[in-house]
């Protein structure tokens, strides 16, 4: 049973039992604007994540715009790369297969010298035709796809650490009573290849 308001300070107030605190704070009209339980233990957590930096992405299209002007092979072409932050993919247009190999041979190189992972262009989609010339739509993974979160979290489970993981939007939080349990679980997600890059962040111990 919560009995009455232990102690009072200045806009908290503090119910006590002999296993539980509840604190609630108080707005400027008293309204309260948070609870919680002051015994709570929070675990140590890691974040998964896989995300792209666009504006590095961007430079590295700059790149190749630049090269599309410059070399020998291409200068003159009706070629072009154009990046779309909103549908999150890169479009490549030219006017035959060898100039398209290239184009995007160039991409690929100059998105590594960015330091954009290549494992975050989905490649999957085949070239198209379109009048005299041809496209190709490159996918850029943002996030991680439920499927392979899936496959992160059964190799996770299957290694035996007591870690904890889960999915959360487009990313995986693995949370664990040791900070080396979730130190031996990026190492383990680091060495697996889940075909594309993953991060990690927000480290809580």
């Known amino acids: 049973m919560i009995c009455s308001p232990e102690k009072t300070t200045l806009g908290v107030r503090v119910w006590s039992t002999a296993n539980l605190s509840v604190i609630i704070a108080y707005g400027k009209d008293r309204d309260p604007i948070f609870a919680g339980n002051s015994n709570a233990i929070t675990m140590p957590s890691v974040d998964i994540l896989s995300k792209v930096d666009l504006q590095m992405l961007d430079n590295a299209v700059n790149v190749v715009k630049r090269e599309l002007d410059s070399r020998y092979d291409l200068r003159g ?71 392979t979160a899936k496959k992160i979290i059964k190799a996770i489970k299957d290694s035996g650490l007591k870690v904890q993981p889960q999915i959360m939007d487009d990313m995986i939080r693995v949370t664990g009573k040791k900070i ?25 111990s």
């Not at 160039?106 to 975050?120: A, T």
């Not at 989905?122 to 943002?142: C, F, M, N």
């Not at 349990?181 to 290849?193: I, V, W």
Request: with cysteine.
């Open 180 to 204: 080396d349990d979730l130190q031996a679980t990026m190492a383990l997600c680091k060495e697996k290849d889940f075909e594309l890059p993953l991060q990690f962040d927000n480290m809580k």
């Open 77 to 147: 072409s009706n070629s072009s790369v154009e990046a779309d932050h909103k549908a999150l993919t890169i479009k490549i247009s030219t006017e035959d297969h060898m100039k398209l190999d290239a184009i995007l041979d160039l991409l690929l190189e100059r998105s590594g010298k960015q330091k954009v992972d290549v494992r975050s262009y989905d490649l999957s989609a085949e070239p198209v035709p379109s009048g005299k010339t041809l496209y190709r739509i490159i996918k850029i993974k943002q996030g991680i796809e439920r499927e």
